[in-house]
């Protein structure tokens, strides 16, 4: 099956400013993508360019495998969106915005479903909304035709905890079903909850794009390990990639870089373990190597 969203050399100027620059990035079927990086590092402007809002200034966009410059408005009746900046219509209820979305697309089964799961309120009109309702609002007319690509910029900002839970789950869902998901992210806790793939973007260029368990392999885990009794610090010191960072009498923390097995394989024959925790350090860990 062709990739549901392909680019290639995908670049964006503005005068002589590079926004996005040579970027290439292809999501499968069934995949959730996360885009990290910061506010100005190219994000909204690749978003545009992979929903036809703006064209590139070099390279192609493919969504279900044709050129964006040759599909149908048939193929974006199979996306979602939700921008980070989308205007409602003040003056409009919730209920006035679904029915909307419906005319255009056709009914939805879903939409009395998502209303009762996000607890909308339908009859409010927007300008009187809180920004957390206003978010649900755009959230289900993105959700509500179970799109096989969901385009999503900063999908639960505003959003309580437990509602983040109901979309990481939704989000699940649809993946299983063979929708793909690119969604871009502040949140590193949640891209590790719910991403399969990470792309991260610095300066308008992709620095890397790695499936999460790849990532996680390059993590450094921090090791802390209380003995019961004395024990010899020569033992871990001279392992590989092990750094020592504190020792007390019964106390040792290290940092290990890569395979955790020597380490343990030398812990498991001191025989005077008390308590071991290993903690392993954060995307967010990886995000700031790559951008420092």
């Not at 926004?19 to 100005?40: D, M, Q, R, W």
């Not at 690749?46 to 408005?73: N, Q, W, Y």
């Not at 106390?251 to 008390?274: T, W």
Request: charged share 25%; hydrophobic share 35%; glycine share 8%.
């Amino acid at each position: 099956m062709s990739h549901i969203i392909q680019t290639k050399k995908l670049t964006k100027k503005f005068g002589h400013k590079f926004a996005v620059k040579n970027l290439s990035i292809a999501i499968e079927p069934g995949e959730v993508y996360g885009f990290l990086g910061p506010n100005g590092a190219g994000k909204t402007t690749t978003i545009r360019m992979i929903m036809d809002f703006i064209r590139p200034t070099s390279g192609e966009v493919k969504l279900f495998g044709k050129p964006i410059s040759e599909i149908g408005h048939a193929v974006f009746e199979n996306i979602g969106y939700l921008s980070s900046d989308s205007t409602l219509y003040s003056n409009w209820t919730a209920s006035q915005h679904l029915k909307y979305m419906e005319k255009i697309r056709g009914n939805s089964e879903k939409t009395d479903d998502l209303i009762k799961q996000f607890g909308l309120e339908l009859n409010v009109k927007v300008h009187r909304l809180s920004s957390g309702n206003k978010q649900k609002l755009k959230l289900i007319m993105a959700l509500m035709h179970s799109p096989k690509l969901l385009v999503m910029d900063e999908p639960t900002r505003g959003l309580d905890p437990i509602l983040q839970n109901d979309i990481h789950d939704i989000l699940k869902k649809l993946s299983k079903e063979g929708s793909a998901v690119f969604m871009s992210s502040h949140d590193m806790n949640e891209v590790e909850q719910v991403c399969d793939r990470v792309g991260i973007i610095k300066e308008g260029e992709i620095v890397t794009s790695q499936a999460l368990s790849d990532l996680r392999e390059l993590n450094i885990h921090v090791v802390k390990v209380v003995f019961g009794g004395k024990f010899d610090l020569e033992r871990y010191s001279t392992i590989p990639n092990v750094e020592i960072k504190k020792t007390t009498k019964h106390e040792l923390i290290i940092n290990v870089k890569g395979d955790l097995n020597p380490f343990l394989y030398q812990l498991g024959k001191s025989g005077s373990v008390k308590d071991i925790d290993i903690y392993h350090s954060s995307l967010e860990d990886v995000f700031m190597r790559y951008y420092k």
